[in-house]
């Protein structure tokens, strides 16, 4: 079993940033595929980004070059930095676990992510 907590999410101003973190419990997390989703109201939840358990990364068109994924093994979490914030970033951003890209088998409980206008 894994257990993720994420946290920093809040408001910001458009243009503004905001660090996302993933704290994951157990022993294997670096064998674990990491990825952000993100779900708006009234809308289905959407990919952001992939962490593999290598360097290798991955983002949704929309957060290309304004958001990073990095992960720490050693600290068991994964992080999402996200840059020039807009107003339609609002979500309530989760972070998932899998053993490949395919199928999450872990889902946080997500952390509110408000951008002003």
């Known amino acids: 079993q894994v257990q993720l907590v994420e946290s920093g999410g809040g408001l910001v101003q458009a243009g503004g940033s905001l660090r996302l973190s993933c704290a994951a419990s157990?022993?294997?997390?670096?064998?674990?595929?990491m990825g952000w989703f993100r779900q708006a109201p009234g809308k289905e939840r959407e990919f952001v980004a992939i962490?593999?358990?290598?360097?290798?990364?991955y983002y949704a068109d929309s957060v290309k070059g304004r958001f990073t994924i990095s992960r720490d093994n050693a600290k068991n979490t994964v992080y999402l930095e996200m840059n020039s914030l807009k107003p339609e970033d609002t979500a309530v951003y989760y972070c998932?676990?899998?053993?490949?890209?395919?199928?999450?088998?872990?889902w946080g409980q997500g952390t509110q992510v408000t951008v002003s206008s």
């Open positions: 998932a676990a899998g053993l490949t890209e395919n199928e999450y088998d872990y």
């Open positions: 962490s593999w358990s290598g360097s290798y990364t």
């Open positions: 157990g022993h294997t997390f670096s064998m674990y595929v």
